[in-house]
DNA sequence: GCGACAG
DNA sequence: ATCTTGTCGC
């Protein structure tokens, strides 16, 4: 599975304590800070893609990824970074009660449009639990991940990151494990406070997550990601913000402004809507 | 015991 | 997350 952090992943049989315990250890190895500072404006969307008439097409970009003989190869300034965005869908047996499997899809941006899309199908090994959800996604989702060529420069992931209870989210996990950089796009707050009310604000407005009693690995007050209004309608019921928070390798105030730059007129940023449309046609696919 | 709790 | 019809508004 080509783990930067080997010693990190979990085992399958992990009790509560030692997957917590487990978390702890991951969030000491995360960084909430910028190193490779990713510039937002790298990572723009410009137009939303149109999912009514189906997925885009993946763009061949083959020539941009590769590396030209003789040429230095790392880091080329000129082309813009991979942004990939992960999601998944779940598959039910009707039947009784039947253990399910989860279906995870990984798409690649590069410059607003998408250079590929991988999926995988996964057993799943525990059930939903609030706070241990990379128990159960993290290792469906490097899955995906390994089933695409592109190599990211950024994952944007389906739930929170920083915000959590052991500062060790989704997009955490599964940047630390990867060490790649990771951002988290939660539609509902784990934890934490929001420093104003989130109640009828603008589209763009933004205030800080600070983290409260229930973030046992922080301060009270922490800034632990930011409550983000992506979308607001003009004369319509209100619309909830996201909530963002770093995962790895990338600050509260990089993160939000990433994902800002995801956003394209929909609530949720285009990695997200477009992963989790690639995840509903694999498991179409699959059924 | 009560409340809170990403997907 | 998943199971599902209608409904409101741009």
Request: aromatic share 4%.
């Amino acid at each position: 599975m080509d783990l930067a952090r080997p010693d990190l992943r979990p085992d399958p049989s992990l009790s509560r304590a030692e997957m917590e315990s487990l978390q702890r250890e991951i969030a000491a190895a995360a960084t909430f800070a910028d190193d490779h500072a990713l510039d937002p404006d790298s990572v723009a969307v410009g137009e939303a893609a149109s999912l009514a008439d189906g997925l885009p097409p993946a763009r061949s970009d083959a020539v941009a990824n590769e590396t030209l003989p003789g040429t230095g190869g790392a880091g080329d300034e000129s082309e813009a970074p991979t942004v990939v965005g992960v999601d998944q869908a779940f598959l039910t047996d009707r039947d009784d009660g039947r253990p399910d499997a989860a279906v995870s899809a990984a798409v690649a941006l590069r410059g607003g449009s998408v250079i590929e899309y991988a999926s995988a199908t996964t057993p799943l090994s525990i059930p939903y639990i609030p706070g241990l959800l990379a128990f159960r996604e993290g290792d469906p989702i490097l899955a995906a991940l390994d089933a695409l060529d592109a190599d990211p420069d950024l994952l944007v992931c389906d739930g929170s990151g920083r915000i959590h209870y052991r500062e060790a989210g989704l997009a955490t996990h599964v940047g630390v494990l990867r060490d790649v950089p990771s951002v988290g796009v939660a539609k509902r707050l784990l934890c934490g406070e929001p420093d104003e009310s989130t109640d009828e604000r603008p589209e763009g407005w933004r205030t800080p997550i600070c983290a409260d009693d229930a973030v046992t690995t922080a301060e009270p007050g922490t800034v632990i990601g930011h409550a983000f209004q992506s979308r607001q309608y003009p004369n319509r019921k209100r619309v909830n913000p996201l909530y963002v928070s770093p995962g790895h390798r990338v600050s509260a105030e990089t993160a939000v402004d990433l994902v800002a730059a995801l956003c394209a007129g929909y609530k949720l940023p285009e990695t997200t809507r477009l992963a989790d449309a690639h995840a509903e046609r694999a498991k179409g696919d699959a059924a």
